[in-house]
């Protein structure tokens, strides 16, 4: 027993064991939050699935159960831990305390549960797209800090080539731009070897100041060259008959539809094409892809462009996906959430893909909080999704690392 | 030996004059660039011919912009009291730069910082001595408080400050958002989010207070608390022990490890640096140019600092004159979008433009056809991986 031990310990790194540890806390505090505050409120929340079934929670025995649950796990985990089933434990307790925080919300009413998990899916579209660009871009060695400014201006995009031509045109306006902003960040870092830091953040103010000043010195006097009807939502056949996946995966806009495919291709070919490898090379060393016949500079203008594209679509989400006209500053940070799910991610896709669908939960915990009363001031739960990215990042993601090469500029000698 | 420091002095007399006409030449860049989207805006002077009125807008506008920020006693006030929170800021972020570490919370520490300082500002009643140092004071504490988190959070676990600020960030609207309607801060006789007034002995007295008959002179003595600050960060950065493992940290945390420097120290410490003059930012706004706080006294302030340290490679002096150019640019640009029609927002794209040609001197080089020294920017942080 002990000679085991002696051997498999060693294996576990102190900051494993400390992950280990805090994910126990949190069980416990979870649990704990779930007696004293969602236990509360008596009252039973329905939960509409589909138009003919409203799934009843009772919320204060549910929250009550679960907080018992969340205790008992979170002691398990602490005095022996689940080991490599910890993850799973972890994703079935948030999800089930989210169930049991809306519940709590909603007693003694009801809400469209499946409507929320819809607006979920369509809220992270944007920080998906955007979030695969910054991939793309930093797997080949550039730090990409733009995406808040490719998004923004290809939205500008979008919105007045779509007004003007019709939402197929004002996509591929909103791509025009996005390339053409990435094309400033791969010029700039690539040839002229500026810090990438620089020239990301400015160009995130380039295309602030830029649709800005354009919204207000054109826009509002030609308001016709900003105003189309947004795509409509799109139900795949067969897909979309499935009760509830039906409605919140597959009844979306092409956006959506364009983001999944996003996520399966960079995935595919960042890990199973030569591409993918080559990529991947000129991130980490790409002295020693370069020195074995990889065209260093070539692809990473490539992938910089492609980003961009990608970037593009994210950005014609604003007006041609969601509300049919341009705002100033209308992606109001989105890009840097995007950002910050390139590193909650850990610069690979399908992680990306989640830490996006987590903002995009919130955002839509959101709207429907804005007209549920719970007696919590509003703020408190607006600031959640933050505070849980916060405390997920400390506690579970920890210390991230990025492509090694990513930030500096390439010498072919 | 002798010469040898001579022509030492003689090369750097050159590096700098180069750097100089660098900067000017990027301006000058900018302003062009700038022009011709001034003048392929204007859809419905282009319409009817009158190509030639486009080009007189663009004198007028940037005529303005001179005038507005440089031309009058009114003017320069106003580029100072812009300038004030951009200094301040802009410290805040270089001096986390200087450590590797990417501050974009600037926003919500100054936010911290604001609501402590005002707390300090209108349930205090003199006298102003007293009060104002303890208000300011309190607005660095606040600041320095909230800098901490993320500082603590990345030496004990790791987490990435970009993350961890943004999202503080985010949460510092909310909090000031909440505490402007609790009744500890709310005006007694308002609904809205907004704060009571600070008392008269506590605001930051006005630099022109001398001259009674102009009240238009708005710029306060928040201007001297940034100036110190820069000379502070000066003295700290180049003089102190402190301040050289800052940068050695910075320049390469490995060594800096194994040089033996408490690196997770310096990463709280550094972070709450940045965090105390953000929340000088703060209470400069809160005490000297508003008066009460509302639910958006930061502003974009923390995010333009992000670009006025970039631009002033973070040093002290650079970092104090690209927010002066930057403060300078924004009462330029209220001047300019009152005297014609060009939106305020040709600045934050001037910024922009300034900021990239003068990190891209191969590009000036190329422009203007001239011999500029590789001043580069160097590399602003460690990157985001680290």
Known sequence: MSTVDAVVAPLISAEQRKQARSVGFTLVVLGIVAAFVLGNRPGDAGFKLVDSYIFVIPAQPFARILALVLIALGAAQLLKGFGKWTNVVLSIAAATFVISFLAWAASGGSFSFTGMLQDTVTRSVPIILGAIAGILCERSGIINIAIEGQLLGSAFAGAVVGSLFGPWAGILGAIAMGVGLSAILAVFSIRYR?????????????????????????????????????????????????????????????????????????????????WGLRTRAIGEYPKAAGTLGVDVIKLRYRNVLIAGAVAGVGGAWWPIGMVGRFDQNITNGRGFIALAAVIFG?????????????????????????????GIPSEFLLMAPYLVTLVVVAGFVGRSRGPKAAGQPYDAQ | MKIVVTLRKIAERIARTSSFRLTLLAVLSAMVVGAFIIIFSDINKLQNGDILGAIKTVGSAYWALVVGSFGSLRAISATINSATPLILCGVSVAVAFKAGLFNIGATGQMLAGGMAALWVGFAMDGPGFVQVPLAVLAGALGGAAYGAIPGILKARTGAHEVITTIMLNNMAGFLVLWLLKTNLYQREDRTDPISKLVTAPGHLPRLFGFMNDRPDLVAHAGFVVALLAVIVYSWFLNRSTTGFEFRAFGM??????????????????????????????????????????????????????????????STPLGTLFAALLFGALQAGGRQMQANTDVPIDLIVMLRALIVMFIAAPLLIKAIWRI???????????RGQGS
């Open chain 2, 371 to 381: 011999k500029v020294e590789p001043t580069s920017l160097g590399q602003a942080f």
């Open chain 1, 194 to 274: 500026v810090d990438q830091v620089i020239v990301g953040f400015a160009i995130n103010f380039f295309a602030l100041g830029l649709t800005s000043f354009l919204a207000a010195r054109v826009l509002t006097e030609h308001p016709d060259y900003n105003i189309l009807s947004p795509l409509r939502p799109i139900a795949l056949p067969l897909l979309s008959d499935i009760p509830v996946i039906g409605v919140v995966l597959f009844t979306q806009t092409l956006f959506a539809y364009f983001a999944y495919l996003a996520v399966a291709i960079a995935t595919w070919s960042l890990y199973h094409t030569k």
């Open chain 2, 252 to 313: 390469n945390a490995d060594a800096a490890q194994y040089a033996g420097m408490h690196t997770k120290r310096l990463t709280v410490m550094a972070m709450m640096f940045a965090g105390a003059f953000a929340g000088l930012a703060g209470s400069a706004e809160v005490l000297g140019t508003y008066g009460y706080a509302s639910q958006n006294f930061a502003g974009n302030i923390g995010y333009d600092a992000i670009a006025i340290a970039l631009l002033g490679r």
């Open chain 1, 346 to 374: 850990r610069w690979h896709p399908v992680g990306a893909l989640s830490a996006a669908l987590v903002f995009g939960l919130a955002e839509a915990i959101q709207l429907k909080m804005s007209n549920l009363d719970t």
